[in-house]
């Protein structure tokens, strides 16, 4: 079985701070992760994958994940966050070998102007 | 990207009456579709796996007779919500995977049974 947690329902940031959303996962063998961005009453936008070598993944509008083995973690960041990344963050996950892609809850990102 | 177009974005219908949506994969073949209902403030439920020419797999819980899905082509899925009723209301996404390992999503459809 796989999953994902994303232990923050909730990240507020001032814009130009660093912003940071975590996720864990578990999953057997070699995960593939990715991180996708739903803004109100749209479907979801992909943001970047770990697939395998560098940890760091970089991704689009200036967002990366750092990809962590040992701690089985794929946290996002953005060094300087604007207001206009104000959105639903989730983390997703599956196996090499599988084709169903699971979810984490979500994570909200609220960053005041 | 990918660009993967789901219509209608909304649509309203009346307790008893079915809806069809459409998930159309618009740059690339998709062999394989997957319908996701998400409830508010919340993630996506996966509710089955569409393969072009053979029958939808159905995620335990859903009702394939309620939520008949049809994927004639590689470009097309289509899901069908049969006798509406108002706890049917809900955000509907699709998504589609060519050769990459990500997949691509539809802009969702907000149904709302009346």
């Known amino acids: 079985a796989q999953s994902v947690a994303q232990p923050e329902d909730q990240v507020n940031v001032a814009e130009g701070n660093p912003l940071t959303v975590k996720c864990t996962y578990s999953v057997s063998g070699n995960p593939y992760l990715f991180w996708y961005v739903q803004y109100p009453n749209r479907g979801l936008q992909f943001l970047l994958k770990y697939i395998t070598g560098d940890n760091l993944v970089k991704g689009s509008y200036g967002f990366e994940a750092e990809f962590n083995k040992s701690q089985t973690s794929f946290h996002l960041k953005k060094p300087s966050a604007l207001v206009s990344d104000s959105a639903l963050y989730f983390c997703a996950v599956r196996g090499t070998n599988d084709y169903k892609l699971s979810f984490g809850a979500g994570t909200t990102v609220t960053v005041r102007a | 990207g990918a660009v993967v177009s789901q219509h209608p974005s909304r649509v309203i219908c009346k307790s008893g009456t079915s809806v069809k949506i459409e998930c159309r994969s618009l740059?690339?073949?998709?062999?394989?579709m997957f319908w996701y209902r998400q409830f508010p403030k919340q993630s996506l439920m996966l509710m089955a796996t569409s393969n072009e020419g053979s029958k939808a797999t159905y995620e335990q819980g859903v009702e394939k007779d309620k939520f008949l899905i049809n994927h004639a082509s590689l470009t097309l899925s289509t899901l069908t919500v049969t006798s509406a009723h108002p706890e049917d209301s809900s955000f509907y996404i699709c998504?589609?995977?060519?050769?990459?390992?990500?997949?691509?999503f539809g802009q969702g459809t907000r149904l709302t049974v009346v």
């Open positions: 740059d690339f073949q998709a062999t394989t």
């Open positions: 998504s589609a995977r060519q050769q990459v390992p990500e997949a691509f």
